[in-house]
Nanobody
């Protein structure tokens, strides 16, 4: 069965870093665009970053507020997509989800259960 599982969340101080992982099973992630989304308390879910499939040359996309701080990447040998998050801010606090995604439209299909990121002093 198709399964995506996020890991790497936790509590970090402002200015700190985390690397989130999205591990796939039952599908080859390189064949899909993979997006990272987040939902903060009381807020709507928003797209954060996306990396297109190998067929679309792995083009990357970022929400303006994370550009220059977050980096999305793939390790196809591990069937995993990463989100490196640097210089974290309290506003980054949210549950982060990965999903198979059409990066051109931010349309997601299969979702993982999410991993919680808390940025607080």
């Amino acid at each position: 069965q198709v399964e995506l599982v996020e890991s790497g969340g936790g509590l970090v101080k402002p200015g700190g870093s985390l690397r989130l992982s999205c591990a796939g099973s039952g599908l080859t992630l390189s064949s899909y665009g993979i997006g990272w989304f987040r939902q903060a308390p009381g807020e709507e879910r928003e797209g954060v970053s996306c990396i297109s499939s190998r067929a679309r040359d792995g083009t990357t996309y970022y929400k303006d507020s994370v550009k220059g701080r977050f980096t999305i990447s793939r390790d196809n040998a591990k069937n995993t997509v990463y989100l490196e998050m640097n210089n974290l801010e309290p506003e980054d606090t949210a549950v982060y989800y990965c999903a198979t995604t059409d990066c051109r439209s931010w349309t997601a299909t299969y979702w993982g259960p999410g991993t919680r990121v808390t940025v607080s002093s």
